[in-house]
């Protein structure tokens, strides 16, 4: 998935593409509408994510512009909270908004969910082994069979997908999987790979456990 | 504010007084012509009847002759039932008539008919003398014709006139009054219109007045304009301000964020971790408040104010929960929804935001891989959304007091919260003539908070 992120706070937008560069998406980043506009000239987006309030004008200003030639889904980042606010970025066009300070997981959900709404899933599936998986619409299909998968499972099993054979510590599972405010612990990891276990059994995928280091995904290759 | 007096008051009355001021003066102006009028009418009639008389005069023999004719007196008798005298002298002597009856002075000289007013046997009268010079023999001897008339007829004719006149002032002045108050009305209408017009706005309508106006109302609405200019001008200014000062806090607040969940990310000490983790907390927290906090203003802003429009809580709820499913989801939360079309009228915005705060607060509470429920229903004049989730419900102490500003429940311990969201929603439906229940789920477990509106 290739993402446009339009925010003029650097190291906001930093911590947003590392964030997102985890799970194997490509980030351009425009500081200004200006900025912006040149990338939207040259490239196409899978999702835009807005800012409201940049040096060059507003970013709502610049969706109510562009809404009618751009198919791109937007969400906007706004800190104005006030409900009136909200409401004005959904009538402009936007697709949904986040409030800063937000929580990267939420921002990977509202993410997913937009994606979803716009039916972009066809092009984002991954072959895994003989299977397929489609993490914006949750499942998992395997010859004539297919599973839906609960929402941690999809999260656990695309970041399985997008580092094959890697080895995955708890740690980095778990700052995935949960938003920071919960209070969690590892032994939490330990259940959701266990249910996920059991969702791919037989579709040719094997999560195998290396005591003291985490997890890695296999695949059968026959 | 004092008042000054009505202005339509004073308006009529000021009317009337001049009203009544040429009621009197007509009155007094018709009065004394009406007795002028009569008097000449006196003084011609016995100019006439001294004349008819000095006609006669003749000299017979040396001796001076007249002849008093009948006509001379009966003309006076047209002027109602009045006395009247006479005398003819000649020189000194009397000819005939009353011989004491007052002569006035003959400035006029001869033949010129002179005029005096005089009191007679009691009685003012009115006399007209001539005198003629008659040759008695050689002798040229001056003769003079006195008539008199009491004044009763003129002073009858004079009154008479006076009344009709009094009559004729009085109805002028009652039609006088009337149509001063007619007026004073209709003048000040457009002032009176134009009250109604500011008065029917609601307090956030600060439109200019657009409407016609006379002349004089112009400045004053010219004024009331330019007022609501600057009061538009300094409300939008302050919402700037307080969407300024949003994005001023909130912005750093979101890049302390993102470094602290970078630094947890990158830490293995579990001390470590837990400090972190309380940083994001407390992050989350004061942003919360400051953006509940601005909706608090804005609900109360705008529910001053309600702009209504048909809603129906079935739609409303969908978005929502469309709204709301990715938070829901991150914690393997079902949001469910059964709904039956339920109209309301009223501000979708602050609806919106109600059951935006109650659903957040339900998914906020719930454990893990639970269900929140929502139903939409139309009970009977009632449109409800009730939204039950599976969580820990309200906790001791009264629920009532949970809707308080920054009530937070007893059981809510690590959860962030600022004691708004409750109070957001409750205030919301209490401007739409609804209200906020607060129970338990079915069969005592969890929390279903109920929003309930009256249909429309």
């Known amino acids: 998935m290739r993402y446009l992120l339009v925010e003029d706070n650097r190291e906001l937008a930093e911590a947003v593409i590392g964030r997102l560069a985890l799970d194997g998406h490509a980030v351009d980043h425009a500081g200004t509408l200006a900025e912006a506009e040149d990338c939207l000239a040259v490239a196409t987006y899978d999702l835009i994510l807005l800012d409201v309030m940049l040096p060059d004008g507003d970013g709502r200003d610049f969706l109510a512009r562009s809404r009618a030639s751009l198919e791109t889904p937007v969400i906007v980042l706004t800190a104005r909270a006030q409900v009136s606010d909200r409401v004005g970025a959904l009538d402009q066009g936007a697709d949904d908004y986040i409030t800063k300070p937000f929580d990267f997981s939420e921002l990977e959900a509202r993410c997913r969910a937009v994606l979803r709404r716009r039916g972009g899933s066809a092009r984002n599936q991954i072959a895994l082994g003989a299977a397929l998986f489609d993490p914006l619409a949750g499942t998992l299909s395997h010859g004539a069979t297919s599973v839906d998968l609960r929402n941690r499972e999809i999260r656990l099993l695309e970041v399985f997908a997008r580092h094959p054979g890697q080895i995955l510590s708890k740690g980095q599972l778990m700052d995935r999987l949960f938003s920071y405010d919960s209070d969690v612990t590892e032994n939490a990891i330990e259940v959701y790979v266990g249910r996920l276990r059991r969702r791919i059994d037989g579709m040719g995928v094997r999560i195998e456990t290396l005591r003291g280091l985490g997890y890695r995904m296999e695949t059968d290759t026959a | ?456």
């Not at chain 2, 004073?10 to 009317?15: I, V």
């Open chain 2, 1 to 456: 504010m004092t008042g000054t007096g009505s202005i339509g008051r004073r308006l009529t009355l000021l009317l009337a007084g001049v009203a009544a001021l040429l009621s009197v003066l007509s009155w007094g102006m018709v009065t004394m012509l009406a007795r002028q009028a009569a008097e000449r009418t006196q003084d011609n009639v016995l100019a006439a009847s001294v004349t008819a008389i000095a006609e006669t005069l003749r000299s017979e023999q040396g001796e001076v002759r007249l002849e008093l004719p009948y006509s001379a007196f009966s003309m006076l008798g047209a002027i109602g039932e009045d006395r009247v005298f006479y005398t003819v002298t000649a020189g000194d002597r009397t000819l005939t008539g009353y011989a004491d009856l007052p002569v006035p002075d003959g400035r006029g000289g001869p033949g010129r008919i002179v005029f005096a007013t005089g009191t007679y046997r009691g009685e003012a009268i009115r006399i007209a003398s001539v005198t003629r010079v008659v040759l008695a023999g050689t002798s040229p001897v001056p003769v003079t014709v006195t008539v008199a008339q009491t004044r009763d007829g003129v002073g009858t004719i004079a009154a008479d006139l006076s009344q009709l006149a009094a009559i004729l002032a009085v109805a002028f002045f009652v039609v006088a009054v009337g149509l001063s108050a007619i007026a004073a009305r209709t003048s000040l209408r457009p002032l009176k219109e134009l009250t109604a017009a500011v008065s029917r706005r609601g307090p956030s309508d600060l439109r200019p007045l657009r409407r016609a106006a006379p002349s004089e109302l112009a400045p004053l609405m010219g004024a009331l304009n330019r007022l609501m200019d600057r009061l538009n001008l300094s409300l939008r200014r302050s919402e700037d301000f307080i969407a300024e000062a949003a994005h001023r806090v909130r912005t750093p607040l979101a890049t302390v964020r993102t470094q602290a969940e970078i630094a947890l990310r990158s830490v293995t000490d579990d001390a470590d971790k837990q400090r972190l983790r309380q940083m994001i907390r407390a992050v989350d927290e004061s942003s919360r408040s400051a953006g509940q906090l601005l909706d608090h203003a804005t609900v109360a802003f705008r529910a001053d104010d309600l702009p209504r429009a048909p809603v129906d809580l079935a739609d409303l709820a969908a978005r929502t929960v469309a709204a709301l499913e990715p938070t829901a989801a991150m914690k393997e939360i079902r949001l469910q929804l059964d709904a039956v079309p339920a109209q309301v009228s009223g501000d979708p915005v602050l609806l919106d935001s109600a059951l935006r705060n109650v659903l957040d607060n339900a998914i906020k509470y719930s454990p893990e891989d639970t269900v929140v429920h929502l139903q939409v229903m139309s009970i009977a004049h009632e449109a409800r959304i009730a939204v039950t989730d599976q969580g820990p419900g309200l906790g001791e102490g009264p629920a009532r007091a949970l809707t308080e500003r920054f009530r937070r429940g007893s059981n809510t311990e690590g959860i962030v919260g600022s004691g708004l969201g409750l109070t957001i929603a409750e205030e919301v439906l209490r401007a739409h003539g609804g209200r906020l229940d607060l129970g338990a789920g079915e069969r005592g477990k969890g929390t279903c908070v109920t929003l309930v509106l009256p249909s429309s």
